[in-house]
């Protein structure tokens, strides 16, 4: 707590979302009411802002349409109609299903289905695990994000934070890859704009340009999927222009002589023709590039989401070694520096429960594993949705939505709000807001750990996460001590507190300060120093991963994988599986690609049903270039049907040159109720996997689009 009266308060909060920022807040309460939001102004690298959507965060909290008691489904599914229950009677009947499905279909019966609607320590993505896993519940792979981009980047690199976000103003050359940062990253853009008064150059990298782009100094529309071929390209002309710290990379690298002969294969001229940006291009950001140092690359998570989203990253992963920019403060390369978060995985999913051999489903392919698709057996007859929306986030959404209304299927649902999903629920369980609970944060985006006070007694019977799987394990019988610990004592089990870059932090120090920093190196590669096998950069990879490989924590804890494809161990460049390019034949019935983009107001589905929100966001459009919506006679503001064999969803259209020709841009999050004819994006997309890390392949995918009214 930051200072109290008799009456007032302020105590210390952090951001749950999904979001890199990871914001440190401050909650004011006024005689057990929380009254204001606003941003820690002491934190260095959020200070003192919080973005629009969190702002005004009571909002959320208090809007008459939260969830604030457990309900029973009284109509048919997806009606949305239940009636108030108790919370034994809603825990009785989960206990009396799930052992009744146990004992005619055994556990893997059973799925969880979460992500990061929390991103809390306690009550986020691993909240579930232990009871899951206790359970012998099917194992629910989580690889939204970021598990395609971290296996490339471990590949190349280990487990490092690379560069500092906090060193960013120190830079000379910034690119930003597929990063909208003043939209998803928003809290980065302050050392982004001091190191331009530095005279640094900002490149954005991206198909579309988005709020970023028409920010920078130079936006480069590579074509969906390709990003790889460029960063190939820029290699050969890097290479070939002897623009490489040779020293850099004889002492800290390996693997060197056959990068070379690799990217040899990708001559300037044929990237033009693969990317759709012209060979002076190439040229000049490759000499740029490695002629001005600090450089410094900083990824998004759109990268991943093709066929080849991994060997696209791991080309651009190698871009700062060949040319040393890791060297210099300020210089390097920013993935999610959470690698050296110290969190114990044996605590947060209790992975020794989980019998060898265990059923994997992977989320994003929800909707085949509902519908009888997958030819799972058994068949998952209870699906428990904590912490995630699946029918607007996951793909193939009318089959979700089939899934969901199957009357066979016993669906629990823990939330703030009645979404899509929750429509389809038997139950639906009230979950506390982040004002009402305790949590420990750490970051994708920084290198802090933040601590999260509950601010206010929960609203109305609404619990955390942490409580309702302590009561569901009481109720299955399950006696083992981790079921035993209160929110207080899992704070000191989350993290290990004795690892060096825990150092001098410990819980009296976050209570003085709400935030603290870990102690990590500003300049960690100045000498090579990779937390890799061979402790150097590894162009050639020597880590054992196939196509099937996942980071545990994306599944569960779970460390066995069936044997996949090989990966090439030297960064390649994969086409898209859907696009003009690599299949004209489909691409004669679905010319265009589609791409999805995060509105500005809403953070994945989150704040999509607040007026608001909404109100700012305005109506979903689909942005199309003037040249392909002539084509098809769409002017601005005409609703649209955007479709392909998977399915269709109508939005307005936005004709506008901020997307290139055969590129259209739908939003992902608005509700599906609360959409033009009922259906959003994931309508379309396929639930296909990248190259790596079993990563959602949202961004691969062809769709025509035509005008309806
Ligand atoms: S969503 Fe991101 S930027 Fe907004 S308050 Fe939360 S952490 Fe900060």
């Given at each position: 707590?930051?200072?109290?009266?008799?009456?007032?308060s302020v105590?210390?909060?952090?951001?749950p979302?999904?979001?890199p920022?990871?914001?440190?807040?401050?909650?004011?309460?006024?005689?057990?009411?929380?009254?204001?939001?606003?941003?820690?102004?002491?934190?260095?690298?959020?200070?003192?802002?919080?973005?629009?959507?969190?702002?005004?965060?009571?909002?959320?909290?208090?809007?008459?349409?939260?969830?604030?008691?457990?309900?029973?489904?009284?109509?048919?599914?997806?009606?949305?109609q239940?009636?108030?229950?108790?919370?034994?009677?809603?825990?009785?009947?989960?206990?009396?299903?799930?052992?009744?499905?146990?004992?005619?279909?055994?556990?893997?019966?059973?799925?969880?289905?979460?992500?990061?609607?929390?991103?809390?320590?306690?009550?986020?993505?691993?909240?579930?695990?232990?009871?899951?896993n206790?359970?012998?519940?099917?194992?629910?792979?989580?690889?939204?994000?970021?598990s395609?981009?971290?296996?490339?980047?471990?590949?190349?690199?280990?487990?490092?934070?690379?560069?500092?976000p906090?060193?960013?103003?120190?830079?000379?050359?910034?690119?930003?890859?597929?990063?909208?940062?003043?939209?998803t990253?928003?809290?980065?853009?302050?050392?982004?704009?001091?190191?331009?008064?530095?005279?640094?150059?900002?490149?954005?990298?991206?198909?579309?340009?988005?709020?970023?782009?028409?920010?920078?100094?130079?936006?480069?529309?590579?074509?969906?999927?390709?990003?790889?071929?460029?960063?190939?390209?820029?290699?050969?002309?890097?290479?070939?222009?002897?623009?490489?710290?040779a020293?850099y990379?004889?002492?800290?690298?390996?693997?060197?002589?056959?990068?070379?002969?690799?990217?040899n294969?990708?001559?300037?001229?044929?990237?033009?023709?693969?990317?759709?940006?012209?060979?002076?291009?190439?040229?000049?950001?490759?000499?740029?590039?490695?002629?001005?140092?600090?450089?410094v690359?900083?990824?998004?998570?759109?990268?991943?989401?093709?066929?080849g989203?991994?060997?696209?990253?791991?080309?651009?992963?190698?871009?700062?070694?060949l040319?040393?920019?890791?060297?210099?403060?300020?210089g390097g390369?920013?993935?999610?520096?959470?690698?050296?978060?110290?969190?114990?995985g044996?605590?947060?999913?209790?992975?020794?429960?989980?019998k060898?051999?265990?059923?994997?489903?992977?989320?994003?392919?929800?909707?085949?594993?509902?519908?009888?698709?997958?030819?799972?057996?058994p068949?998952?007859?209870?699906?428990?949705?904590?912490?995630?929306?699946?029918?607007?986030?996951?793909?193939?959404?009318?089959?979700?939505?089939?899934?969901?209304?199957?009357?066979?299927?016993?669906v629990?649902?823990?939330?703030h709000?009645?979404?899509?999903?929750?429509?389809?629920?038997?139950?639906?369980?009230?979950?506390?807001?982040?004002?009402?609970?305790?949590?420990?944060?750490f970051?994708?985006?920084?290198?802090?750990?933040?601590?999260?006070?509950p601010?206010?007694?929960?609203?109305?019977?609404?619990?955390?996460?942490?409580?309702?799987?302590?009561?569901?394990?009481?109720?299955?019988?399950?006696?083992?001590?981790?079921?035993?610990?209160?929110?207080?004592?899992?704070?000191?089990?989350?993290?290990?507190?004795?690892?060096?870059?825990?150092?001098?932090?410990?819980?009296?120090?976050?209570?003085?300060?709400?935030?603290?920093?870990?102690?990590?190196?500003?300049?960690?590669?100045?000498?090579?120093?990779?937390?890799?096998?061979?402790?150097?950069?590894?162009f050639?990879?020597?880590?054992?991963?196939d196509s099937?490989?996942?980071?545990?924590?994306?599944?569960?804890?779970y460390?066995?994988?069936?044997?996949?494809?090989?990966?090439?161990?030297?960064?390649?460049y994969?086409?898209?599986?859907?696009?003009?390019?690599?299949?004209?034949?489909?691409?004669?019935?679905?010319?265009?690609?589609?791409?999805?983009?995060?509105?500005?107001?809403?953070?994945?589905?989150?704040?999509?049903?607040?007026?608001?929100?909404?109100?700012?966001?305005?109506?979903?459009?689909?942005?199309?270039?003037?040249?392909?919506?002539?084509?098809?006679?769409i002017?601005?503001?005409?609703?649209?049907?955007?479709f392909?064999?998977?399915?269709?969803?109508?939005?307005?259209?936005?004709?506008?040159?901020?997307?290139?020709?055969?590129?259209?841009?739908?939003?992902?999050?608005?509700?599906?109720?609360?959409?033009?004819?009922?259906?959003?994006?994931?309508?379309?997309?396929?639930?296909?996997?990248?190259?790596?890390?079993?990563?959602?392949?949202?961004?691969?995918?062809?769709?025509?689009?035509?005008?309806?009214?």
């Amino acid at each position: 707590m930051v200072s109290s009266t008799s009456e007032k308060s302020v105590v210390y909060g952090a951001c749950p979302h999904d979001c890199p920022d990871t914001c440190s807040m401050l909650i004011t309460v006024d005689n057990g009411r929380a009254i204001k939001v606003e941003g820690h102004p002491d934190h260095p690298f959020t200070r003192g802002t919080l973005c629009g959507k969190v702002s005004d965060y009571l909002d959320r909290v208090y809007s008459p349409d939260r969830i604030l008691y457990p309900m029973r489904r009284v109509g048919p599914k997806g009606s949305g109609q239940f009636e108030r229950i108790s919370w034994d009677a809603a825990l009785d009947e989960i206990a009396v299903r799930f052992k009744q499905i146990v004992n005619d279909y055994g556990s893997e019966a059973i799925m969880p289905s979460s992500y990061l609607g929390h991103e809390g320590l306690l009550n986020g993505l691993t909240v579930g695990d232990a009871f899951f896993n206790r359970l012998g519940a099917t194992i629910a792979e989580r690889t939204f994000c970021i598990s395609c981009t971290s296996t490339a980047y471990l590949m190349t690199y280990g487990p490092t934070h690379g560069t500092d976000p906090d060193t960013f103003s120190h830079s000379k050359y910034i690119i930003l890859w597929g990063c909208n940062a003043l939209s998803t990253n928003v809290h980065l853009w302050p050392f982004i704009k001091e190191a331009r008064k530095n005279g640094a150059k900002l490149v954005v990298i991206d198909p579309v340009r988005t709020r970023t782009a028409q920010q920078a100094d130079w936006h480069i529309p590579v074509r969906p999927g390709t990003d790889g071929a460029l960063a190939l390209g820029m290699m050969n002309v890097i290479i070939n222009e002897n623009l490489i710290d040779a020293d850099y990379v004889e002492k800290y690298t390996v693997g060197y002589e056959e990068l070379k002969e690799r990217v040899n294969q990708y001559p300037p001229e044929q990237v033009a023709e693969i990317t759709g940006i012209p060979v002076e291009d190439i040229v000049t950001l490759a000499r740029e590039y490695a002629s001005t140092q600090p450089s410094v690359i900083r990824i998004g998570v759109a990268l991943e989401k093709q066929a080849g989203g991994g060997q696209g990253v791991r080309a651009i992963s190698c871009l700062p070694a060949l040319v040393g920019a890791w060297r210099h403060l300020g210089g390097g390369m920013l993935q999610a520096p959470m690698w050296p978060f110290p969190i114990r995985g044996e605590v947060v999913h209790r992975p020794h429960f989980i019998k060898p051999g265990t059923r994997v489903v992977n989320q994003w392919q929800l909707g085949r594993a509902l519908t009888g698709e997958l030819e799972l057996n058994p068949p998952i007859k209870a699906l428990f949705v904590y912490n995630c929306n699946p029918v607007t986030q996951s793909a193939e959404q009318d089959k979700i939505v089939a899934g969901l209304a199957r009357e066979d299927l016993f669906v629990v649902v823990s939330e703030h709000f009645m979404t899509d999903t929750a429509d389809y629920a038997d139950l639906v369980l009230p979950s506390t807001t982040q004002v009402e609970n305790l949590d420990l944060m750490f970051s994708w985006g920084h290198t802090y750990v933040t601590l999260n006070l509950p601010a206010i007694a929960p609203l109305g019977e609404a619990i955390p996460n942490t409580e309702l799987f302590r009561r569901l394990a009481a109720r299955m019988g399950f006696e083992d001590e981790c079921f035993q610990l209160n929110d207080e004592e899992l704070t000191m089990e989350v993290l290990d507190w004795s690892t060096p870059v825990m150092q001098g932090l410990d819980m009296a120090l976050l209570k003085q300060q709400g935030y603290a920093k870990l102690k990590i190196e500003a300049v960690p590669h100045a000498e090579g120093n990779f937390p890799t096998p061979s402790g150097k950069c590894e162009f050639l990879s020597s880590m054992k991963v196939d196509s099937n490989y996942v980071v545990p924590v994306f599944r569960q804890g779970y460390e066995e994988y069936p044997l996949g494809e090989p990966i090439d161990p030297l960064p390649n460049y994969t086409p898209q599986r859907e696009s003009v390019q690599s299949n004209p034949e489909l691409a004669k019935r679905y010319p265009l690609s589609l791409l999805s983009a995060k509105p500005h107001q809403f953070i994945n589905s989150c704040f999509a049903n607040l007026p608001k929100h909404l109100k700012l966001q305005g109506e979903p459009r689909v942005i199309i270039n003037p040249e392909d919506a002539a084509k098809r006679g769409i002017v601005e503001g005409q609703v649209v049907e955007v479709f392909n064999d998977r399915g269709a969803f109508q939005v307005s259209a936005k004709v506008s040159d901020n997307t290139r020709p055969g590129i259209v841009v739908a939003p992902l999050g608005y509700w599906r109720k609360l959409s033009h004819a009922g259906n959003t994006i994931n309508a379309a997309t396929a639930a296909t996997f990248a190259d790596m890390g079993h990563a959602a392949a949202v961004g691969d995918a062809l769709v025509e689009v035509v005008a309806i009214g």
